[in-house]
């Protein structure tokens, strides 16, 4: 049983929680030239507000919100019901990013990081799924990244909540198969951002956020459940996963020395 993709985004009413930068104003960007109503949500609204205006009149709705606030998330989400009438696709970019290792462990920032990156998806998707398993219809789309494969240098909290966004994605989707509600789970690997320029290491396999854009599009649209990229990275950090231990140690320290 193959879940469903989006043949077509004309009309298609789309979500992007984190659309003011990198990832997810270049996913609003494709969409709202592809035709899909977007409905534009970060905390920063006067680049939620720019985005819009260079949309079609009524193309666009402008939610600001905080994902660690649920009430927040769930006025937004209530305000795009009352406009579309429903939601096919939820689309979460959302995230935070800070470099952390051993030596510098921060739990301030830990907590902030897991709540942002795990705790909000799960907040979202708690609010948007009541409605889709109703009509047996819908899409939901979750940024992880490819650092929730396994451990990896300066993400002591970073890569632990994307590798909570796996496990999360994955039970969703054995979940809501059978109801005819669409999972994509999305693990990019680096791509330039506000978030990747703190990073004061080489960066692999580096791609613009527009890049990342398109594979996200074309993998939601061909019903992808693992859209991961670019491939020459990610493929190499799955096939680390499988390893025995002291040779994923060996190969993370002489090939990801970050």
Known sequence: MKQA???????????????SSGIG????????????????SARRIERLTKLASTAQINQTLVLP???????????????ILENWGA??????????????????FEMDIAEQTIDANLLGPMRAVAIVLPEM????????????????????????????SKAGIINFCETLYYDLLPQG???????PGFVATEAT????????????AEQAAKEIIVGIQNGEFDIHFPKRFS????????????LYFWFVRRFVQI
């Open 5 to 19: 993709g989006i043949a077509s985004w004309s009309g298609k009413r789309v979500w992007v929680i984190g659309a």
């Open 25 to 40: 104003e270049a996913c609003s960007t494709s969409l709202l030239a592809a035709g899909a109503k977007v409905a534009l």
């Open 65 to 79: 919100v905080d994902v660690t606030h649920r009430e927040q998330l769930e006025s937004a989400y209530q305000h």
């Open 87 to 104: 939601l096919d696709l939820l689309l979460f970019v959302s995230g935070l990013y800070v470099p952390l290792r051993a030596d510098q």
């Open 133 to 160: 398993l109703q009509n047996h219809a819908g899409h939901i789309a979750i940024v992880g990244s490819v650092a929730g494969y396994s451990g990896l240098p300066k993400a002591l909290a970073y890569g632990p």
């Open 181 to 187: 509600i669409s999972v994509h789970m999305i693990s």
């Open 197 to 208: 320029a703190q990073n004061d290491f080489e960066m692999p396999a580096l791609i613009t």
């Open 235 to 246: 493929r190499f950090l799955k096939f680390l996963r499988i390893l025995p231990y002291p």
